[in-house]
């Protein structure tokens, strides 16, 4: 299994690094214009030769992780119309723009560019900036949510790969309460006015 993630954003670089650590082979998709050579970058880069554009991280992964930062979001979504998705598994990692009406508008620009694929929502509480939110590395647990039994079960497992607790989050349709509980963790953390980043924790009573 090879995963594909893209976008050249700290979320993307801190879970490839998870994937490698934990033996599997991953690819970053990033755009034309970024620069291969920031430090960390250009260490995989040299070492594992695993950076190239979106479409050729897509054409080789069999799950693709989308972790990009929402400007870019168009190009990926192009890049994803453009190639052969056939039994390709998509995660979208991503926060739309918070509006009132909390319409969940890169999972629906990521559907319909793939329509005949499944899509996940996973990893986006953590958000872009991750390991930078959360320093302590306090936080353990992701929230997923998508379609598909079997495939839900893979997408679990890839998500305990690397040491999260996965809490299933039901079908898609929830996909845009994960995006409010991230939006909303944020909101604290603005009223807060402190340099920590604030994080929900899930209990059972």
Known sequence: MKLGILGGTNLSKTLGKKYIDAGLSVVFGVRNDFDTEATEWKVLNRFFDRICPYESAIIQADIILICCENEHLENICNALKSVDLEEKLIIDCTNSCFTNDLVNINTL??????????????????????????????VKETYFCGDGNVEKIRIKRLIELIGFKAIDAGQMENAILLEAFYHLSKEITWQKK???????????V
């Open 109 to 138: 620009k990521i559907k319909k560019s793939a329509p005949n694929n499944l899509v996940f929502k996973a990893f986006n509480n953590l958000g872009l900036d991750y390991p930078n939110s959360d320093i302590l590395g306090i």
């Open 194 to 204: 402190e340099q920590s980043n604030y994080h929900f924790k899930l209990i059972s």
